[in-house]
């Protein structure tokens, strides 16, 4: 049985593959399933994955801070009126 090592091409993600990464984030619903399946599928370059990883992470974070401050300064718009 070989290993899943063996089964990937573990080398460096080219040019052509960024592009083609930064290509499918554009399109909206498409770009957010790819970061998942990016980010969850074993046959995934790991450098690829870890970014996806990462992006999701700070996505979730940026939102969460982003709604804490909206809900802020909401509540203190709608207290000064």
Do not use: E
């Not at 090592?5 to 573990?10: A, G």
């Not at 930064?22 to 980010?39: A, N």
Request: charged share 5%; net charge positive.
């Amino acid at each position: 049985m070989k290993n899943n090592n063996q089964l990937l091409d573990i080398g460096p993600v080219t040019l052509g593959q960024w592009l083609t990464t930064y290509l499918l984030l554009s399109i909206p619903i498409i770009g957010i399933i790819m970061l998942f399946v990016w980010s969850f599928s074993k046959r995934v370059n790991p450098s690829k994955k870890t970014w996806a990883q990462c992006v999701l992470i700070v996505m979730f974070i940026v939102s969460a801070v982003s709604t804490v401050l909206w809900l802020v300064t909401g509540w203190s718009f709608f207290s000064i009126l």
